[in-house]
C-alpha cells in the first residue's frame, strides 16, 4: 500500500516520505555532481528573450530587480569549443550507431543543431533543431522563433528569492492551474485571455462546465460565495476527479511548491543583505499547507521512475562536450544517477494511467494541456522565473514523455535530445534540493517549537 503509484497519497502515514528522503540522500550528491560539475549538463539552450507572450498583453508584467536578471553567456569563449557557432556550422548528421539514430535519419527536415564535432567518429546527443514531435509533452524552444536561443549557465544563475510578484505572477499560476479543467480548453491557441481574474468571465464559465458531480457542486458554492478563491485552492479539493486529472493538478502543484521552497530557502533578508532561509515564508507557503509538499514528492517520485526507466538506455549515449575524458566522466556521473534512481522497488507506476474509464481519451487532453503550461512561461515577467520556469516544464514535459509514450516491454526506445536531457536532470535537482530544504525547514519549525 505504500508504493507510490498515481493513486497513492504521499503521507508520513505509509513512511513514503521517509523513503523519498532517505533515496534523496543517497542519489543527491551524484545529482549534484552532475548538473554543477559537467559542462554538459550545466548550460542550458533556450529562447528566453525572443519570444512574446501568446496569451495576453504582459508589457507592464516585467520585474525589474535586479535579482530577477539572467547572465547568458555573451562571449563564445565561455561556451565548449564543440558549441561554437563555428563549429556547429559544421554539422552533419549522427555518422555511427546511437539509439537516436533511426529518429534522427526521419527527422531531416533541417540541419541538425547539436554537438557532433566535425571529427567526432561518433553520434553525440543532440540538439534538436526540429517542429514538436507528437510526443512531446511541451513545446520546443524553438517552436515559432527563428532565433535558436541562448546558451545560459544554470549554475551561475541559480533558482532563488528574485521579489517577483503581484498581479503578473499570479495570472501565470491561474493560467497555469486553469488548465487543470480538462475537456474544454480554456487556452484556445493563440487566443487571449484577457485579464480576467477567475471569479467572472470565461475562465469561471470553463471552470463552471467542467464540475458537475455533487462534490463538484460543493466548490462551484464555495467558488461563487468566496469569489477570491482561486482554482489552485479548488483544485485541493477535487477529490471526485479521475486519476489522470489529479496526477496533472499534483505535477503542477508539485513544481509550484518546489518553486516556493527554493525562493524561500534561498531568500534575501533585505535588512542584512544576507542571502538566507526564511522561516516564515516556509511556513506561509509550505508548512501550513502540506498537500503543497506532499505534491513536491509525488513529483520527486514519477521523476526518480523516469530517470530509472531512462538508465539502461542511456548507456548508449554519447555526452560530447568536445573533451573525451570529460564526455566519459560525464556519462559515469549520469548512470550513477540512473543507477541510484533504479535502486529502489519502483516507486511509481505509470501502467495505471491512460487506461480505464475515460483514461484513454484523456492522454491528447493531458499532452495539449502540459504543451500549454509550457507556453505560458513566456508570460513570466522575469527572466530567472522564467529561465527556471522553462527548465522545469521541459524537464517535467520529458519525464512524462518516457512514462508514458514508451510501454515498458516495447522495443521502442525513449529518444531524447540534449535540451530535454538537461532540462530532466536539472528539474531532478531542483526537486531533490527541494527536499532537502523542506528536511531543513521542518528542523527549524521543530527547533522554534521547542524554544517557546
Ligand atoms: P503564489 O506562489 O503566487 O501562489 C498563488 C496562489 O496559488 C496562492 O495564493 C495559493 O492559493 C496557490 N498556491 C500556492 N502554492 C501552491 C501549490 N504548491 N499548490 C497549489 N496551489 C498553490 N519568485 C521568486 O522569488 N523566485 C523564482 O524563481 C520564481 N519563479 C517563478 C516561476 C514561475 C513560473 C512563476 C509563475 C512565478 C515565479 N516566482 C518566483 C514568483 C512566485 O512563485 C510567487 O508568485 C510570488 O512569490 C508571489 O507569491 P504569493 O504568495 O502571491 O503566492
Given at each position: 500500500t505504500c508504493a507510490i503509484s498515481p493513486r497513492a497519497i504521499v503521507s508520513d502515514a505509509c513512511a513514503s516520505f521517509s523513503t523519498l528522503e532517505r533515496l534523496n540522500r543517497k542519489v543527491k550528491p551524484a545529482v549534484d555532481e552532475l548538473t554543477k560539475e559537467t559542462d554538459f549538463f550545466s548550460y542550458y539552450r533556450l529562447?528566453?528573450?525572443?519570444?512574446?507572450?501568446?496569451?495576453?498583453?504582459?508589457?507592464?508584467?516585467?520585474?525589474?530587480?535586479?535579482?530577477c536578471a539572467v547572465n547568458t553567456i555573451?562571449?563564445?569563449?565561455?561556451?565548449?569549443?564543440?558549441?561554437r557557432a563555428s563549429e556547429l556550422s559544421k554539422l552533419q548528421g549522427p555518422s555511427a550507431q546511437h539509439p537516436a539514430k533511426k529518429i534522427q535519419k526521419e527527422r531531416p527536415k533541417k540541419p541538425l543543431q547539436g554537438?557532433?564535432?566535425?571529427?567526432?567518429?561518433e553520434s553525440c546527443v543532440v540538439e534538436y533543431d526540429d517542429e514538436c514531435d507528437e510526443r512531446d509533452y511541451c513545446v520546443p524552444e524553438d517552436e515559432s522563433a527563428s532565433a535558436k536561443g541562448d546558451y545560459v549557465s544554470l549554475v551561475h544563475n541559480?533558482?532563488?528569492?528574485?521579489?517577483?510578484?503581484?498581479e503578473g505572477a499570479k495570472m501565470v499560476w491561474d493560467a497555469i492551474y486553469r488548465e487543470?479543467?480538462?475537456?474544454?480548453?480554456?487556452?484556445?491557441?493563440?487566443?487571449s485571455l484577457g485579464t480576467?481574474?477567475?471569479?467572472?468571465?470565461p475562465a469561471a464559465q470553463d471552470f463552471r462546465n467542467v464540475l458537475q458531480d455533487a462534490n463538484r457542486q460543493q466548490i462551484v458554492q464555495q467558488h461563487s460565495q468566496n469569489?477570491?478563491?482561486?482554482f489552485a485552492q479548488t483544485g485541493l479539493?477535487?477529490?471526485?476527479?479521475c486519476l489522470e486529472k489529479r496526477v496533472f493538478y499534483r505535477v503542477v502543484s508539485g513544481m509550484h511548491a518546489s518553486i516556493s521552497t527554493h525562493l524561500c530557502w534561498d531568500f534575501?533578508?533585505?535588512?542584512?543583505?544576507q542571502w538566507q532561509p526564511n522561516v516564515g515564508c516556509y511556513k506561509g507557503r509550505l508548512h501550513t499547507h502540506p498537500e503543497r509538499i506532499s505534491n513536491l514528492y509525488f513529483n520527486y517520485a514519477l521523476l526518480t521512475r523516469a530517470i530509472a526507466k531512462l538508465g539502461p538506455h542511456l548507456q548508449d549515449y554519447t555526452f560530447c562536450s568536445g573533451d573525451p575524458e570529460q564526455d566519459a566522466a560525464t556519462k559515469a556521473k549520469v548512470l550513477a544517477v540512473t543507477q541510484g534512481a533504479a535502486s529502489?522497488?519502483?516507486?511509481?507506476?505509470?501502467?495505471?494511467?491512460?487506461?480505464?474509464g475515460e483514461g484513454p481519451s484523456l492522454k491528447e487532453d493531458f499532452k495539449n494541456r502540459f504543451r500549454n503550461v509550457s507556453r505560458v512561461?513566456?508570460?513570466?515577467?522575469?527572466d530567472k522565473c522564467r529561465l527556471w520556469g522553462k527548465v522545469q516544464t521541459a524537464g517535467y514535459g520529458a519525464a512524462l514523455k518516457v512514462l508514458f509514450e514508451?510501454?515498458?516491454?516495447?522495443?521502442d526506445i525513449p529518444v531524447l535530445g540534449r535540451t530535454e536531457l538537461v532540462a530532466l536532470f536539472n528539474t531532478y535537482a531542483r526537486l531533490s534540493s527541494s527536499m532537502n530544504a523542506i528536511v531543513g525547514f521542518r528542523g527549524m519549525v521543530e527547533a522554534e517549537e521547542k524554544a517557546t
Open positions: 529562447n528566453l528573450f525572443n519570444k512574446k507572450c501568446p496569451f495576453w498583453n504582459d508589457e507592464n508584467a516585467m520585474c525589474g530587480n535586479i535579482a555573451d562571449s563564445e569563449e565561455d561556451i565548449p569549443k564543440i558549441w554537438l557532433l564535432g566535425e571529427n567526432v567518429g541559480p533558482e532563488r528569492f528574485t521579489g517577483y510578484a503581484g487543470n479543467c480538462f475537456q474544454r480548453s480554456s487556452f484556445p491557441h493563440s487566443a480576467s481574474p477567475m471569479a467572472k468571465g469569489p477570491s478563491t482561486t479539493e477535487l477529490e471526485g476527479e534575501l533578508n533585505q535588512t542584512t543583505g529502489v522497488p519502483q516507486i511509481f507506476d505509470e501502467s495505471l494511467m491512460f487506461k480505464n512561461m513566456d508570460c513570466v515577467g522575469c514508451f510501454d515498458n516491454d516495447s522495443q
